[in-house]
């Protein structure tokens, strides 16, 4: 059966939705075989189906999931003999609790460092109208307003990661001595400033960078 993950696209095909990422890693890290189908946001009627607008949509034969928590627990589910993204159910429970942390405290950090650098590089030309007015209504100002490319956000940011970074400084990976899903919800928020903008925006060196070193090496011949 075919598994398609619907991913969003931006400009030169630039895949740079973090939540994507999440879904793209979750799939590589059960080995699983799957077509990533680009949509801008301009695509809505390509995932019609889905009903509803965001990406990612992981399409499994007739089955169609929405939201990447909601994806990685469907696979885990789905495909218990491949290797698990949570450990078991305690871990799993965990793991919820950090991406509601990444969501709702660091992506606001991370959202005013790069705003408008996501507009001016990385949002397709045709999607760039449609990207300034839906995120200008959800911050009550204008990108540039909002994300003024300042040093203070990015040390803000920093300051936001600084418990991630002590974590790694003692083991190599967000859940001990192996790879799992938490790890690939943060690596989806470095991949999403790394491809967004030209700036540091994660530390660019100490236990965050050997951390996103060690992951990006994990598929190498898929990223
Ligand atoms: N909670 C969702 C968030 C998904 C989301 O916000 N996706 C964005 C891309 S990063 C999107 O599809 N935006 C389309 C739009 O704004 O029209 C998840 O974890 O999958």
């Known amino acids: 059966m075919t598994v398609i993950l619907y991913e969003l696209q931006g400009?030169?095909?630039?895949?740079?939705s973090p939540y994507c990422w999440r879904s793209r890693m979750a799939l590589q890290h059960k080995c699983i075989n799957a077509e990533y189908e680009p949509v801008l946001f301009s695509q809505k009627e390509k995932i019609r189906f889905s009903k509803q607008t965001l990406v990612p949509i992981l399409q499994d034969g007739n089955q169609v999931i929405t939201d990447s928590w909601n994806i990685a627990c469907y696979l885990e589910k789905e495909y218990p003999e491949k290797p698990t993204l949570f450990g078991d159910k305690y871990a799993q429970s965990l793991t919820?609790?950090?991406?509601?942390?990444m969501d709702i405290s660091i992506h606001p950090l991370l959202a005013k460092c790069i705003m408008a650098d996501v507009l001016e590089y990385v949002v397709a030309d045709r999607d760039k109208e449609y990207f300034r007015k839906s995120r200008e209504?959800?911050?009550?100002?204008?990108?540039?307003?909002?994300s003024t490319r300042s040093v203070e956000d990015i040390e803000n940011l920093h300051h936001g990661l600084k418990s991630i970074s002590v974590t790694l400084k003692n083991q190599p990976y967000i859940a001990g001595e192996s790879p799992s899903y938490?790890?690939?919800i943060l690596f989806g928020s470095y991949k999403f400033a790394l491809l967004t903008s030209p700036r540091n925006i994660?530390?660019?060196?100490?236990?965050?960078m050997d951390w996103a070193n060690r992951i990006s090496n994990l598929f190498i011949k898929e990223l």
């Open 11 to 16: 400009k030169k095909d630039v895949r740079f």
């Open 96 to 101: 919820k609790q950090f991406n509601l942390w």
């Open 137 to 146: 209504k959800r911050f009550g100002v204008s990108i540039e307003k909002y």
């Open 182 to 184: 938490a790890d690939y």
């Open 202 to 208: 994660f530390p660019a060196d100490g236990p965050i």
